[in-house]
C-alpha cells in the first residue's frame, strides 16, 4: 500500500511539473552587459521622442513619416509601421535591416519568440513585435517593445502607423497596451549576452511596404 501512495504521490509530482511546463514557454531573458543596456535607452529615447508625431493628410505623408519611409527607400503614400523602427534603429546607430515590409523583420537568426513554440525567449525592451492578420496570411503590423509586462497579460509598446484603436492603417506613433495573446513573432537587435544570436542584415533595402 505505501508503494501504491509513493507511486501515485510521484506521479502527481510529474503531472504538475508538465502542467507548469506548458503554461510557462517562455524562458528567462539573457543577463545584458552595460553595451546592451546603454544602446536599449538611446533606441528608447528615439521612439519615445516620436511620440505624437501625426500624418499631414492622412494619407502616409508629412514631414517625420515620409523621413521614415525614406530610410528605406520609399516616398510618401506608403504604409509606414516597419520603415518606423527603420529610422529608429538607423538614429540610434543600431544595425538592422531598412525595410517597410512588416515581414522581413522576422528572420529566424533574430526571432526570439514565436508565439506557442517552446523555449522562446522574453521578449524586452526595443525589440520588435509583429502581429499577424489571417486576411493577409502574414503578419502585418510591427511596433517596438517598450515593456513586456511581468504577471501580465499586456505589454506597453511604441509604434507607428496606428491609433487608438490599434489599427494597421492609422495615422501617427502612439504608445499603446497590447494583449501579448495578439503577438505572433518577436524579434531582436540588440543581442543581450548569451543570445548566441548573429544580426542579420540585409544587402539590400526591401522596398515593398506594410
Known sequence: ?????????????????LTVGYASPLVPDNPKDDVTIELQKKVEAV?????????????????????????????????????????????????????????????PGNTIYHKGKANSITPDKADVFGIYYPKLKRIGHVGFVDNWQIDSDYFVSVEGNTNNAGSREGDGVYRKRRLKSNVHKVSRWIPHTGDGRLVYLSRHNIRRAA
Request: hydrophobic share 45%; aromatic share 14%.
Open 1 to 17: 500500500m505505501r508503494q501504491i501512495k509513493n507511486l501515485f504521490g510521484c506521479l502527481c509530482l510529474v503531472l504538475i511539473g
Open 47 to 107: 521612439y519615445t521622442s516620436q511620440i505624437g508625431v501625426r500624418e499631414l493628410t492622412g494619407r502616409n505623408d508629412g514631414v517625420a513619416v515620409e523621413r521614415y519611409l525614406a530610410v528605406t527607400g520609399l516616398g510618401k503614400g506608403y504604409a509606414w509601421c516597419a520603415a518606423f523602427p527603420s529610422w529608429v534603429f538607423n538614429e540610434a546607430g543600431v544595425n538592422a535591416i531598412k525595410s517597410a515590409w512588416s515581414p522581413s523583420w522576422f528572420p
